[in-house]
């Protein structure tokens, strides 16, 4: 069973526009953590946003939130006016349980946001 | 920057040959792991390692054998490569001494292309 959905394989947005990227998670544990990252056509993997199963308020890092609902299992990124650089595949991936303190992590399909001038 | 360089960064070879491929970090990372994307599929993690010679499997192992003789580098190796390795292969690293989460930072990315 997949364990992380991104079910918008693209979107398409004008510039300085808000844009939701959608994320659902399926796990049974009660300990995880969340993570979203940007990979531009250069290829490079970029970290932007992490949140903790335990995290009571929702994480911000600039321009980028992480809207965590955790009875809905979903862990949306929200990117506020939208620049053309923000042009880039974006994947969702998930923590699982820890062993030894290695992160295994379990990456969506990802999607492609394209801004539009 | 996470101190995290990867070789080569796009090799061919043919079906059958052996291929390695090296991840080098200069920061003293305990936690290493190799990955690769294909479309479709997101990234899927093929090795870790969690320590000096201490390694194990992922997801996608088969086919797969990794090595880590030294804390700086961490080996990937395809004894006889298919074309389904056909892939972009991404190292990365952690650092974690306990449950709390830290960040996993990637390397550039490695093109391998198997004829």
């Known amino acids: 069973a997949q364990k992380i959905t991104q079910t918008q394989p693209g979107m398409f947005v004008q510039e300085k526009e808000a844009v939701t990227l959608d994320c659902t998670y399926d796990?049974?544990?009660?300990?995880?953590?969340l993570f979203w990252y940007k990979q531009p056509s250069s290829g490079e993997m970029i970290f932007l946003i992490y949140?903790?199963?335990?995290?009571?308020q929702n994480a911000t890092e600039g321009r980028y939130s992480l809207n965590f609902q955790k009875a809905r299992k979903s862990a949306n990124l929200v990117i506020s006016a939208s620049q053309l650089g923000d042009s880039a595949m974006y994947f969702c991936?998930?923590?699982?349980?820890?062993?030894?303190?290695?992160?295994?992590?379990?990456f969506g399909q990802g999607t492609r946001l394209t801004i539009n001038p | 920057d996470a101190g995290i360089t990867q070789s080569p960064r796009h090799k061919v070879t043919e079906t059958g040959t052996p291929v390695t491929l090296r991840c080098h970090q200069t920061?003293?990372?305990?936690?290493m792991y190799w990955y690769r994307q294909d479309p479709g599929h997101g990234l899927r993690l093929i090795h870790y390692?969690?320590?000096?010679?201490?390694?194990d499997k992922g997801e996608v192992s088969d086919g797969y054998s990794v090595s880590r003789s030294k804390t700086e580098d961490f080996l990937l190796t395809l004894e006889s490569a298919t074309s389904s390795q056909t892939s972009v292969y991404f190292c990365?690293?952690?650092?974690?001494?306990?449950?709390?989460?830290?960040?996993?930072?990637f390397g550039p990315g490695t093109r391998l292309t198997v004829l």
């Open positions: 990365a690293i952690s650092e974690s001494s306990s449950l709390m989460v830290d960040t996993q930072y």
């Open positions: 796990t049974s544990d009660q300990s995880y953590g």
């Open positions: 949140q903790g199963s335990y995290d009571e």
């Open positions: 991936a998930m923590r699982e349980d820890p062993i030894q303190g290695a992160q295994k992590l379990v």
């Open positions: 920061e003293n990372h305990r936690y």
């Open positions: 390692s969690y320590g000096v010679k201490d390694t």
